[in-house]
């Protein structure tokens, strides 16, 4: 690792207190030394993907753009060749995950949101690669979006919150209300319910709605809360025939808003000054504005507060040795609570961190940092601290730094440090981290891009729009870059621009910290002093989590389970004999007729085997069999299968919409009038639309003793116009489907079978009953995997009642079933361990955005209200920074919005915003 020196002179510093040396000190030197041993360990990929709407509607797709990059510098990664992005359901639920392939550190893909994998909800875009799985889902890129119906849904519902206190209890309710498109209301609609915590029902009932078409419904206190999401899931009664399932994420579980306190650098240090930041967050996730006042334990008011921006806010105050404090806290609904704040230490340090403006409104080119400390301290003697300030594993400044007074102030050039999160942590004389604190750097070190019109300015609809894009560096030279470019109609698709990710506040905050940003385009969407400020009170209050200096002193290897996928793949896996012992020297064949692949191989000592250097595509199947050194069947065949990325809970709760009506309402009206004119000239060929409907008219039962199909939660039927390579991957794909098949590995219950995917709901397994039988995760596996068992009848899955469960299991089992039934009634067949289908997850197969070109001479008819007028994921700019993109509008009027955003060879991001209006 390179150390960046980038202090200044003695004498730069003359206005300053300072004491410390500019030479090397052997107190910090092993703290430098054991950074660069972590960074070099542990390089940190990124990733961005730039969509090309905000929302969306059933029907659409999702063009996407992958940026992933690695270290500081942002620069296109090299370590990964294969990207996974998951598509996840309001009920935590993979709907479709797809595979792309990495080159230089970008990929194109795109999701078709059809009526198989999709209804209108909040819905979660979530991407990682291998690689970053060791990070953990924390540093994921994962975003909420909303998706809406514009065919297929009679019914519209919303969700708010009301709190209440009830003899000084507090109590939240949620307000269900329910609406056709046009917002009238239903009224005298039946209504049943049920809260769920993962599995876990906590509470059930039915009601009617009022005339404003609403509902309420107490919320239970949770106590100690899951890990999983707490949904509301209600099943509205339209007509007598009709009953409309409709699933609503709750945003919490916390029954009164939460306030936390965070002293400057981690605490509370008595006599000398403390800046506190403060965090309020409301019972819907979001920032919530609160007042109030510090008192000591003598009830005497020492200061007040009151939120600066989305709940946060700061507050400097000077505590005393030997006394307590207390925030007394009032929210804007009335509601009082009080907090106690951290214990006051009697003696060490504190590290305050200080942005300045240039006067030109931009950020200064140096910090001003404070080491506070106070007279019980240095009575101790003076202390050579050091301060190590780092960037994504990179190193810009340490030092010692001999404390002898209560104040230590020094000015920090910041020059040459990147925009981004820079990490201040002092240590005490023997190494141990005792402060930290965090600083947004923020400065114009991007890729300038420009968007200039090459024709006209104002168009009618249908016109051809000619763009010329320019890329240069900070200076002003041309550089090259790699971009993309979507081009929306903003009437019929309007965003608040401050809450949308972008390639800036993704790869530059979100991708560093964890935990909820709220509105992350706000700190850079036409950043200034202001906007500096509050960025800086989200440091205060969120942080810096990639590393833990404590790991990092320790010598603790970072957790490397999972290796960096390369673009080139391989089939590995093991050949046993049928006691269950490795067989060495035996024969794999590895065959696709639809590829020509046929390759032989032979086990090595362990049994492993390995088919390297192999291209793999979605839905490819391989055959692999297996033969003894003697030619023998007599063996078993295991493949390695990478485990599926369980699904967390959502990070991002605060952007869960309430309201998906208001938000598409503009959308939906477009989608709508654009249906009805093709459904009149007969060209209505959309994605087919399915309504929601969960309860129909009953059918006949073909079987006596199991449930009535009404009482099952999903039925699974196979579909010849829906094909699926396995009956594990039909299952995953059904519409609204809940069911998430889980990798097993190495556990002792199911070590003695290899490799297991085990059907889950939620974080719960399913028991598994076919025709009849209860079977067994070593029974099942072929069952699911291989390919799709010619004679299913159908699938009914139990996840709402425990009654349900019980009468399919026959045996008192609560949990979730999955119950099959086959047209022969008979499970078991024949099945040879030699032989096995695999279906690896291969590359998907990225489409091309269509736009039509319209001609003078034949004008086409059609009527064309894409709100998606172009998007092109493969925008390069030459060595001169040019480039030229042509497309033509839509029958769309109003004003149109250009959105580029891109990366070069060197880690200069860019991200540029462009209008004009269509009559």
Known sequence: MKIKRLWLTLATLMFCTYAFAQTESAAHAPLVSALEKWAGQNQQEKIYLHTDKPYYLVGDTIWLKAYVTMGSDHVPSTISGAIYIDLLSEGDSIAKTIKLPVMGGLAKGDFVLNDSTTRDGNYRIRAYTEWMRNAGPDFFYDRTFSVGNSVANEVFGKIDYIFEQDRNKPKVKAVLKYTDAKGKPFGEHGVSYSIKEGYKSLSSGRGTTNAAGEISVELPASKNPSQNTTYLVTHFTLDEATKVSKTFP???????????????????????WNRVAFKATGTDGLGAKVSGSIVDNEQKEITTFETQHLGMGFFNLMPEKGKSYTAKIKMENGFQTAVQLPETKTDGYTLAVYGRENGQGAQADTVLLRINTNAETLAKGAQQLSLIAQSGGTVYAALPINVSKTTTSLYMPIKQVPSGILQFTLFSPTGTPINERVFFVQKDDNMQLKVVETNKREYKKRDQVSLAIASTNPAGQPISGNLSVAVISEDAVPFDETKVNTIYSQLLLKADIKGYVE????????????????????????????????DVLAGKAPDAGYKAEKIVNAVTGQLKTLSNKPL???????????????????????????????????????????????????????????????????????????????????????????????????????????????????????????????????????????????????????????????????????????????????????????????????????????????????VYFSHESKGVSAKLTGTGTFGP??????????????????????????????????????????????????????????????????????????????????????????????????RYNVK
């Not at 945003?251 to 000398?272: R, Y």
């Not at 002093?529 to 989200?538: A, G, S, V």
């Not at 995760?777 to 291989?786: K, L, R, S, V, W």
């Not at 998606?868 to 919005?897: H, M």
């Open 250 to 272: 709750l945003k919490t579980s916390q029954l009164q808003p939460d306030v936390q306190f965070f002293p400057e650098s981690g605490c509370l240090l008595a006599d000398t």
């Open 519 to 550: 509105q992350p385009n706000y700190y850079f969407y036409n950043a200034n002093e202001k906007t500096r400020e509050n960025l800086d009170l989200l440091m205060l209050t969120q942080g810096y989590r990639r590393f833990v200096w404590k």
């Open 584 to 794: 060495a020297n035996g024969t794999v064949t590895l065959l696709n007729n639809k590829y020509g692949i046929l390759r032989d191989t032979v086990s090595n000592q362990q049994g492993k085997f390995s088919f390297d250097n192999l291209i793999i595509l979605d839905g490819t199947e391989f055959t692999l069999r297996g033969r003894n050194p003697k030619g023998g069947k007599l063996v078993e065949v295991l493949v390695d299968k990478a485990g599926s990325q369980p699904v967390t809970p959502n990070p991002n709760v605060g952007d869960l919409n309430p309201d998906i009506l208001s938000l598409v309402k503009t959308s939906l009206e477009t989608s709508r009038a654009l249906d009805e004119e093709l459904e009149k000239h007969g060209m209505l060929s959309r994605v087919q639309q399915l309504r929601e409907v969960s309860i129909r008219a009953k059918s006949k039962m073909a079987y006596g003793n199991t449930i009535k199909e009404s009482q099952a939660d999903e039925i699974y039927r196979p579909d010849s116009r829906r094909p699926c390579k396995t009956l594990m991957d039909c299952l995953m794909r059904m519409d609204g489907s809940r069911v998430n098949f889980v990798y097993k590995q190495g556990t002792d219950k199911y070590d003695d079978c290899g490799p297991l995917y085990i059907p889950m709901f939620q974080r719960e397994q399913y028991t598994v009953i076919i025709d009849g039988m209860t079977i067994a995760p070593c029974d099942y596996q072929t069952f699911f995997t291989g390919d799709h068992p010619a004679d299913i009848d159908k």
């Open 817 to 914: 079933v999955m119950a099959v039934f086959t047209r022969t009634g008979n499970f078991r067949r024949g099945y040879d361990p030699s032989v096995i289908t695999y279906f690896p997850k291969g590359y998907d197969n990225a489409k091309e955005f269509y736009s039509p070109k319209y001609n003078v001479q034949n004008p086409s008819n059609v009527p064309d209200q894409r709100s998606t007028v172009y998007w092109n994921p493969s925008v390069i700019t030459g060595r001169e920074g040019k480039a030229e993109i042509s497309f033509f509008n839509s029958d769309q009027t109003g004003s149109y919005l250009v959105v580029v955003e891109g990366i070069n060879g060197q880690g200069l991001l860019g991200r540029t915003t462009y």
